[in-house]
């Protein structure tokens, strides 16, 4: 039995980190299933103001261990982990591995895990998440362009494969490497999970009119996804079409109150309902009785939302910063560019009235490109 270890600074329950999280538990859970022996060594970032206080532990067959973070505040908000004790871990326990697969990698613990494990000759495999595109590094270039990748150039050539989520992300990580170790693996999901999700009145539980659309959206509510374009576009489109709202579930980043602000100036302030979090598989079921899903992010690399929002059969209308072609070639939603309102609006207003023309294809997109099935099998052959 191989045994695997994952690095990243962050895991479950930590979903307030966004999707890494979910992709490490899937692999972890996907790998078990396959016969593997599967540790996950993190930090104690847990969200915002609380930390993981359970430093060791067993989740669906997963063993975590967990190492206390000197600041959470710096863990959260500047990306600084500062792990005690870990280094020492790696040190003495990496040798016992086969692979090394290190999720988030401009870090403390994805450094001494590449240090590490290039020490100890065990092979190592880096998923960035999108940390390695020009826009990301451009935004920090003074420390993280000069400092931090310099100093890893090393690591990052001993390294035995890249994995990339998109098309677009691969292009990035071969600005750093040779393109033959990167390899294609997105995010996927278990479909078989989206298969028999109840089905809410929304309508009635927010006394609507029965003709009112709902356009959803399910993600954190951070100043990164750019909901503020989705409210220009909906004020828009309240112009002419009247009947929608628009429903927000996730918890909030500090970033509502300036998004409530825009919606009141905007006049549209009584057409969102702002759900909250909602941690159970209810958030689907939220989704399956949407009529759209709308995702207008500048810079995603790969939004696991739109994949669920598929898995319920529900059409999405993208922006191209979501990195996500495929969707319009399926003709599971449309894919705009945001640099025009009115052509967005008008985009909306097509995918709202002809819903079941763009849910043609999005199974069949699923189920060729993104059951996590399949990625697990093409995961394990990049291991060897």
């Known amino acids: 039995m191989k045994k695997i270890l994952i690095v990243i600074p962050y895991f479950v329950p930590a979903y307030s980190y966004g999707g890494p999280v979910k992709v490490a538990y899937d692999h972890a859970v996907g790998l078990i299933?396959?016969?593997?022996?599967?540790?996950v060594v993190t930090t104690d970032a847990?969200?915002?103001k609380n930390r993981n206080k359970v430093k060791e532990e067993v989740i669906d067959g997963i063993r975590i261990i967990r190492f206390r973070n000197f600041s959470n505040y710096l863990a959260k908000f500047h990306n600084i982990y500062m792990p005690i004790w870990m280094r020492k871990w790696f040190k003495s326990n990496i040798s016992d591995y086969d692979v090394v697969h290190i999720h988030d990698i401009l870090n403390l613990p994805a450094y001494w895990g590449m240090k590490f494990?290039?020490?100890s000759k065990v092979k190592y495999f880096l998923q960035p998440h999108g940390i390695l595109s020009m826009i990301r590094i451009e935004s920090r270039k003074w420390w993280i362009k000069k400092k931090i990748l310099w100093k890893m150039k090393k690591l990052l050539d001993s390294a035995s494969g890249f994995?990339?989520?998109t098309a677009q992300e691969k292009i990035e990580i071969e600005n750093f490497t040779d393109n033959e170790r990167v390899f294609d693996l997105p995010n996927g999901l278990y479909l078989e999970k989206f298969q028999n999700l109840?089905?809410?009145d929304l309508h009635n539980e927010y006394n609507l009119n029965p003709d009112t659309k709902i356009i959803a959206f399910l993600w954190r509510i951070q100043y990164i996804k750019w909901l503020d374009i989705s409210l220009e576009v909906l004020a828009e489109l309240n112009?002419?079409?009247k009947d929608w709202v628009f429903l927000v579930i996730w918890p909030d980043e500090w970033e509502k109150e300036n998004l409530e602000k825009l919606a009141?100036?905007?006049w549209i302030e009584d057409k969102i309902i702002w759900y909250g979090m909602e941690k159970t598989e209810k958030r689907y079921s939220l989704l399956k009785s949407s009529d759209l899903f709308l995702f207008t992010s500048r810079a995603e690399w790969f939004p696991m939302t739109i994949l669920e929002a598929m898995a319920v059969n529900v059409p999405v209308l993208i922006s191209q910063g979501c990195n996500l072609p495929e969707v319009g070639k399926y003709q599971a939603g449309e894919v705009v560019s945001i640099e025009d309102i009115s052509v967005m609006v008008a985009k909306l207003k097509e995918v709202l009235e002809n819903k079941?023309?763009?849910?043609l294809w999005g199974d069949k997109l699923l189920k060729e490109k993104y059951d996590i099935n399949l990625l697990i099998d093409k995961l394990i052959g990049y291991y060897g």
């Open 33 to 39: 299933g396959k016969g593997f022996d599967v540790t």
């Open 239 to 241: 112009k002419e079409y």
């Open 46 to 48: 847990l969200d915002a």
């Open 117 to 119: 494990a290039c020490e």
């Open 163 to 165: 994995f990339a989520l």
């Open 356 to 359: 079941e023309k763009y849910v």
């Open 198 to 200: 109840d089905w809410i």
């Open 264 to 266: 009141k100036d905007r």
